[in-house]
């Protein structure tokens, strides 16, 4: 398995990350010292040359705040680099629960911001193009630097923030994080520094990335942060998952320690949160779009109807879809027509405004997709209701063309 899964991966890269060496050590500089210790970042530079400033990409590491290097973020940043970003992986102080907190990495993430735009010429960069990366914990910080104003803004000083946003299985919604809370020491309200409940106009454009069994940082927040993005004008694409945990860990009853990222979907982020960025001019290689592969079709379809988004189902299915009700040795036809299938999922949902499904077990062979579904939903009378089923899509051209359902407990 593990070779076909490193062609799909190459053949999604760009030419030039294949053909160039990226530089394996960073240059490290210090970009900040405090009264404790100096702050470095670490310094990915493209490969050539280049006639004109580049774009910048600041990558932030996960860890809760509290652990964690710029080190583990190495690989995401040589990525950015082989598609002609100056990628930077940067330090920050952890929160150590007797004086460091949160706050102080905030400060670090926009004085990083704010060192690059000083430093642009020296690192040949463009300053109205520096864009952010977060990963997990490292997303809040990412989002905070853009949205979180300073208590005393200094006159004249250089912008501390992002003006793009590409954060994966990020944490946006902190409020009632009482580990978060605690590592504050009391300094400041989680409200105030949560990035769901700091949306306004003019915040740079966001890509997320996020499975919807993150058991570590809820996707509800990653969720409701882009729906209050989109209501205030802002750009923002949330890329969901269905049936992954955090980093998109397969492993769903462990996702703090031991990952096992689905390859399929991993490499599906990356592509995706790459072509975000060469849309938007960040990049020097541009990123052509990649054909939906099956697996993430059948992603797309479960995540739509977990959000009930009767048109984005529609989408993923073709014009002569069938469904099939498989029961015993009998084959039903359920749906027959992509309008067929909406109507009936409005009614569906009208009738089952609770309901969702959930992933148990996913496997692809060519263009057939097998999925063990659990659907959930609750009755009028707020009893739970549940639904174990085998599922089997056929995808052809990017689009669902038949689904046989075997329903197999209640």
Same mark, same amino acid.
């Given at each position: 398995?593990?070779?076909?899964?490193?062609?799909?991966?190459?053949?999604?890269?760009?030419?030039?990350?294949?053909?160039?060496?990226?530089?394996?050590?960073?240059?490290?500089?210090?970009?900040?010292?405090?009264?404790?210790?100096?702050?470095?970042?670490?310094?990915?530079?493209?490969?050539?040359?280049?006639?004109?400033?580049?774009?910048?990409?600041?990558?932030?590491?996960?860890?809760?705040?509290?652990?964690?290097?710029?080190?583990?973020?190495?690989?995401?940043?040589?990525?950015?680099?082989?598609?002609?970003?100056?990628?930077?992986?940067?330090?920050?102080?952890?929160?150590?629960?007797?004086?460091?907190?949160?706050?102080?990495?905030?400060?670090?993430?926009?004085?990083?911001?704010?060192?690059?735009?000083?430093?642009?010429?020296?690192?040949?960069?463009?300053?109205?193009?520096?864009?952010?990366?977060?990963?997990?914990?490292?997303?809040?910080?990412?989002?905070?630097?853009?949205?979180?104003?300073?208590?005393?803004? #200094? =006159?004249? &000083?250089?912008?501390?923030?992002?003006? +793009?946003?590409?954060?994966?299985?990020? *944490?946006?919604? @902190?409020? $009632? !994080?009482?580990?978060?809370?605690?590592?504050?020491?009391?300094?400041?309200?989680?409200?105030?520094?949560?990035?769901?409940?700091?949306?306004?106009?003019?915040?740079?454009?966001?890509?997320?990335?996020?499975?919807?069994?993150?058991?570590?940082?809820?996707?509800?927040?990653?969720?409701?942060?882009?729906?209050?993005?989109?209501?205030?004008?802002?750009?923002?694409?949330?890329?969901?998952?269905?049936?992954?945990?955090?980093?998109?860990?397969?492993?769903?009853?462990?996702?703090?320690?031991?990952?096992?990222?689905?390859?399929?979907?991993?490499?599906?982020?990356?592509?995706?949160?790459?072509?975000?960025?060469?849309?938007?001019?960040?990049?020097?290689?541009?990123?052509?779009?990649?054909?939906?592969?099956?697996?993430? #079709? =059948?992603? &797309?379809?479960?995540?739509?109807?977990? +959000?009930?988004?009767?048109?984005?189902? *529609?989408?993923? @299915?073709? $014009? !002569?879809?069938?469904?099939?009700?498989?029961?015993?040795?009998?084959?039903?036809?359920?749906?027959?027509?992509?309008?067929?299938?909406?109507?009936?999922?409005?009614?569906?949902?009208?009738?089952?405004?609770?309901?969702?499904?959930?992933?148990?077990?996913?496997?692809?062979?060519?263009?057939?997709?097998?999925?063990?579904?659990?659907?959930?939903?609750?009755?009028?009378?707020?009893?739970?209701?549940?639904?174990?089923?085998?599922?089997?899509?056929?995808?052809?051209?990017?689009?669902?063309?038949?689904?046989?359902?075997?329903?197999?407990?209640?």
């Amino acid at each position: 398995m593990l070779r076909p899964i490193l062609i799909f991966f190459a053949a999604m890269l760009p030419p030039a990350v294949l053909a160039q060496d990226i530089e394996r050590t960073p240059r490290i500089e210090t970009y900040k010292r405090t009264a404790t210790m100096p702050l470095t970042a670490h310094v990915f530079a493209p490969p050539g040359t280049a006639n004109s400033p580049r774009a910048a990409i600041l990558l932030f590491h996960g860890g809760g705040w509290n652990t964690g290097s710029p080190e583990s973020v190495y690989a995401s940043a040589r990525r950015f680099a082989g598609l002609g970003m100056v990628a930077i992986a940067i330090q920050y102080r952890l929160s150590d629960g007797k004086s460091i907190t949160p706050l102080d990495a905030i400060d670090d993430a926009r004085d990083a911001f704010r060192w690059v735009r000083n430093v642009a010429m020296n690192l040949n960069v463009d300053p109205n193009r520096v864009a952010a990366y977060g990963v997990s914990t490292g997303g809040q910080l990412a989002v905070a630097a853009a949205l979180v104003l300073p208590k005393v803004p #200094v =006159v004249g &000083a250089v912008r501390g923030g992002p003006d +793009a946003i590409v954060l994966y299985s990020p *944490a946006l919604a @902190v409020t $009632d !994080d009482g580990r978060f809370n605690k590592l504050l020491l009391k300094r400041a309200k989680t409200k105030d520094i949560s990035p769901d409940q700091l949306v306004r106009p003019g915040a740079p454009p966001t890509f997320i990335s996020h499975g919807d069994e993150d058991s570590l940082i809820p996707y509800g927040g990653s969720r409701n942060f882009c729906r209050k993005m989109k209501e205030a004008g802002n750009d923002c694409e949330l890329r969901t998952y269905t049936g992954l945990g955090h980093l998109l860990t397969r492993k769903l009853d462990e996702q703090e320690t031991l990952f096992d990222a689905d390859p399929v979907a991993r490499a599906d982020a990356w592509h995706a949160e790459q072509k975000f960025l060469s849309d938007r001019g960040f990049t020097e290689i541009k990123v052509a779009a990649a054909p939906d592969r099956p697996e993430m #079709v =059948v992603r &797309a379809l479960l995540a739509a109807f977990n +959000a009930h988004d009767v048109d984005a189902m *529609a989408k993923r @299915v073709a $014009d !002569d879809f069938v469904w099939f009700d498989v029961t015993g040795d009998k084959l039903n036809v359920e749906t027959r027509g992509r309008d067929a299938l909406r109507k009936g999922m409005e009614g569906y949902f009208k009738k089952n405004p609770t309901a969702t499904s959930g992933v148990h077990m996913l496997s692809t062979n060519d263009n057939f997709v097998s999925v063990r579904e659990r659907a959930a939903w609750k009755t009028k009378n707020g009893e739970s209701r549940a639904q174990t089923a085998i599922a089997v899509y056929e995808v052809v051209d990017g689009l669902i063309k038949r689904v046989w359902y075997f329903p197999t407990q209640q």
